[in-house]
């Protein structure tokens, strides 16, 4: 299964674009890239997938490289409410209920 | 809408003990994965469940079974409780059939299992 890469933790401010990396150089040509964060207290949740080409939604934007061997999730104004666990996450088997989470990245959002 | 749902919240068991947790997933939704969150070993996939049938399974002992329901609820069992069974156990949700490779999954809140 493909390995994903993200720094431990991260740190923004409030109200500026924060961009979250991850490295997948392992990716398959047909393996979608998810994306889910985990505030505090609570189960995971998710924010964005993709495939190969850039993708948005009310939450946050995915710019994929072209090679598609990273990719990083960007979230457009981080608001306090924004602090979490950043999880990026290639799926098991081909299959997105069968997620692999790592260690993902802590986001700090400072006021 | 309700999300999906989790009982009980918080148990606490002792060592040789079961337990059984409950998931009741979104309405329509017929899928129910089950994940294991420690602070050691983070989030792990435990199984999946679709249409009343186990699709895949993670790597855990047999002592963690699980079962689906008519009605998609999903219970998942853990029997001889040890120590290091203590953890947040989530349940999620998705509406795509299995195979699909983008599916959304819905996480319920969890059951936190202290075992003493």
């Known amino acids: 299964d493909a390995k994903t890469t993200q720094p431990n933790s991260m740190e923004s401010n409030e109200e500026e674009p924060v961009h979250l990396p991850c490295n997948h150089s392992?990716?398959?040509?047909?393996?979608?890239i998810h994306w889910y964060r985990q505030l505090p207290s609570q189960g995971p949740e998710y924010v964005i997938h993709?495939?190969?080409s850039n993708v948005n939604n009310r939450m946050a934007s995915l710019a994929i490289a072209e090679d598609r061997k990273s990719s990083t999730l960007i979230l457009h104004r981080a608001t306090l409410r924004d602090a979490a666990v950043y999880y990026c996450?290639?799926?098991?088997?081909?299959?997105?209920?069968?997620?692999?989470f790592g260690s993902g990245t802590q986001l700090t959002v400072l006021p | 809408k309700a999300g999906v749902t989790q009982t009980p919240r918080y148990l606490i068991k002792t060592r040789g003990q079961q337990v059984t947790l409950s998931c009741s997933p979104i309405?329509?939704?017929?899928?129910v994965s089950w994940y294991q969150q420690t602070p050691g070993q983070g989030l792990q996939f435990l199984f999946e469940?679709?249409?009343?049938?186990?699709?895949n399974k993670g790597n855990f002992p047999g002592r963690f079974s699980g079962r689906q329901f008519s009605n998609s609820r999903s219970e998942m069992n853990v029997s001889t409780l040890e120590l290091g069974d203590s953890a947040l156990y989530l349940c999620?949700?998705?509406?795509?059939?299995?195979?699909?490779?983008?599916?959304?999954?819905?996480f319920g809140e969890g059951s936190r299992l202290t075992v003493l």
């Open positions: 469940y679709f249409s009343e049938t186990q699709r």
């Open positions: 392992t990716i398959s040509g047909t393996d979608y």
């Open positions: 999620a949700s998705s509406l795509v059939p299995q195979g699909d490779t983008t599916g959304e999954l819905f």
């Open positions: 993709g495939l190969t």
């Open positions: 996450i290639l799926p098991m088997s081909g299959s997105a209920r069968q997620l692999t």
């Open positions: 309405s329509g939704h017929r899928s």
